[in-house]
C-alpha cells in the first residue's frame, strides 16, 4: 500500500502537477498554487454571487454570465502564478481573456474553474460550504426556544 499524501505533496512542490485549461481557444497552464496565489483568487471570487443550494452543473454555467469578471480575475491569478509583476501580468491576461477575441466560453470556463479547484483540493472544502449553508438556513428558520 502506498502513501496517497506523500505522493500528491511530493508532485506539488516538484511542480509536475498541473492542469491545462483552454480559454477562448487557447491554452493556459495552471500549476498547484500555493497559499498565496489561493489567496489573491479567492479574494477575486469573494465577489461572485453565487446561490450555491441545490447547484447542477448547468445552473453553475449559467451564473457565470453575471460573475463573468470576478472569476476571469481569479483564474488570471492562478494561471499567472507567483512571478514577478504578477499584479500587472494577472491584469493584462484579465484584460485578454475579457475583451480579447475569441473570448472564452461559458463551458471553458467552466471546465477551467472546476481544475482550478480540483488543483487547490479545495472540492471537499466547497461541499462542506455548501453543507453548511443548507444547516444554518434551517437553524435560523427552526430556532430552538
Do not use: C
Amino acid at each position: 500500500m502506498t502513501n496517497e499524501a506523500a505522493k500528491e505533496i511530493t508532485r506539488a512542490l516538484l511542480g509536475v502537477d498541473f492542469k491545462t485549461v483552454f480559454l477562448g481557444g487557447k491554452a493556459y497552464t495552471i500549476h498547484v498554487p500555493t497559499a498565496k496565489i489561493i489567496t489573491r483568487s479567492l479574494h477575486e471570487w469573494a465577489d461572485i454571487d453565487f446561490n450555491i443550494e441545490n447547484q447542477t452543473k448547468a445552473s453553475v454555467v449559467g451564473q457565470i454570465p453575471t460573475n463573468i469578471n470576478p472569476i476571469l480575475r481569479g483564474l488570471s491569478f492562478l494561471i499567472v502564478g507567483d512571478v514577478k509583476w504578477y499584479r500587472w501580468k494577472a491584469w493584462l491576461l484579465y484584460r485578454k481573456l475579457r475583451w480579447g477575441t475569441p473570448t472564452p466560453t461559458n463551458n471553458e470556463i467552466y471546465k477551467a474553474l472546476s481544475a482550478a479547484v480540483k488543483l487547490m483540493g479545495a472540492d471537499d472544502f466547497f461541499d462542506s460550504a455548501a453543507l453548511l449553508v443548507n444547516v444554518v438556513s434551517k437553524m435560523a428558520a427552526h430556532p430552538k426556544l
